[in-house]
């Protein structure tokens, strides 16, 4: 079973930078899809960035040139280099991984807070 572990969260001021790193653990996968999301209280989980085999990236355009995802499939690791991070950046990120057969899986979460 994947076992997804988010850290690198943390309070930033605004116009500063993050990385989110996720780690998949629990045997060997081979993961068509890795991804970010992220939620505040009482909203939806939205999408932020995604990686696909291909390779194929996707961001949602609040954070296109600011964000950047990558992955090291060697190491089931996927990252999220968050730069010139706003307020209303602020959330509960989530890293979400896909196998080749299917299967989803998510992380418990890492908090962002981006303030002065």
């Known amino acids: 079973q994947v076992q997804l572990l988010e850290f690198g969260g943390g309070l930033v001021q605004p116009g500063g930078s993050l990385r989110l790193t996720c780690i998949a653990s629990?045997?060997?996968?081979?993961?068509?899809?890795m991804g970010w999301y992220r939620q505040v209280p009482g909203g939806q989980r939205k999408l932020v960035a995604t990686?696909?085999?291909?390779?194929?990236?996707t961001y949602d355009d609040s954070v296109k040139g600011r964000f950047t995802i990558s992955r090291d499939s060697n190491k089931n690791t996927v990252y999220l280099q968050m730069d010139s991070l706003k307020p209303e950046d602020t959330a509960v990120y989530f890293c979400?991984?896909?196998?080749?057969?299917?299967?989803?899986?998510w992380g418990r979460g890492t908090q962002v807070t981006v303030s002065a």
């Open positions: 979400t991984t896909t196998t080749a057969d299917g299967k989803s899986d």
């Open positions: 629990g045997g060997i996968f081979s993961f068509y899809f």
């Open positions: 990686s696909t085999t291909g390779p194929m990236i």
